[in-house]
């Protein structure tokens, strides 16, 4: 089971570029990398998924290096709003053993 | 149009009741959870139906019943409550062609036990 290392919080600025790092050094070959985005009171929400290299969306953009031991999240001018807190999972999305474990995430703070 | 709806989104009730808290996607997917966050915000699997099937039954005590009439509703029943059951519920929901980690979640459910 691969388990993950995030932050425990990170602050940053309106209009910076904020990069989340999540360490996963015994990912399986068919595990995927998957990040979740919590506001408060609110479910947490689906933001990407990926499997190696890069990947982006209309929200974000996931680094993923060549040993896949780690992952980026990285969000393009952040706002108020993206002010949350961010989970990565990993795991292998075709495997009935697989266990769906959201660690304690990473508190993004975002100051104007 | 809400894709998972949950009721009620308050609960407040004594020790000792039992209460039921209602999921329902409508997004045409297979697989429905119950998740629990705790004070600590640790969100951690309680159950998982896939097509009413049973799949995902993690260490919960046999007070938590979970029920699926059918496949886009998932209900949560839970006897006999204790302080430690506070908590923020929330159901999820997926569809099987993209796993279980690609989840839609409702609003949850904050119950309080006094």
């Known amino acids: 089971l691969a388990k993950t290392t995030q932050p425990i919080s990170m602050d940053s600025y309106e209009g910076q570029e904020v990069n989340i790092t999540c360490s996963h050094n015994?990912?399986?070959?068919?595990?995927?990398i998957t990040w979740y985005q919590q506001f408060p009171s609110q479910g947490p929400r689906f933001i990407i998924q990926?499997?190696?290299t890069k990947v982006t969306n209309e929200v974000a953009s996931l680094f993923i290096p060549a040993d896949r031991k780690s992952s980026t999240l990285s969000l393009p001018r952040v706002s108020l709003s993206d002010t949350a807190v961010y989970y990565c999972?990993?795991?292998?999305?075709?495997?009935?053993?697989?266990?769906?474990?959201f660690g304690s995430g990473t508190r993004l703070s975002i100051r104007p | 149009d809400t894709a998972v709806s949950q009721t009620p989104k308050y609960l407040v009730t004594q020790m000792g009741n039992d209460k039921s808290i209602k999921c329902e996607q409508n997004?045409?997917?297979?697989?429905m959870y119950w998740y629990k966050q705790d004070s600590k915000k640790f969100l951690k699997i309680m159950f998982s139906?896939?097509?009413?099937?049973?799949?995902i039954n993690e260490t919960v005590p046999n007070r938590f019943s979970p029920k699926s009439p059918d496949k886009a509703h998932l209900n949560l029943h839970i006897n006999s409550l204790e302080l430690g059951d506070s908590a923020v519920y929330f159901c999820?929901?997926?569809?099987?062609?993209?796993?279980?980690?690609?989840?839609?979640f409702g609003p949850g459910t904050r119950l309080t036990v006094t």
């Open positions: 999820a929901s997926s569809q099987q062609h993209t796993g279980p980690y690609e989840q839609y």
């Open positions: 015994n990912i399986a070959t068919n595990d995927y």
């Open positions: 990926g499997y190696k």
């Open positions: 999972l990993v795991g292998d999305p075709w495997s009935s053993a697989s266990k769906i474990i």
């Open positions: 997004l045409g997917h297979d697989t």
């Open positions: 139906y896939n097509n009413k099937e049973l799949i």
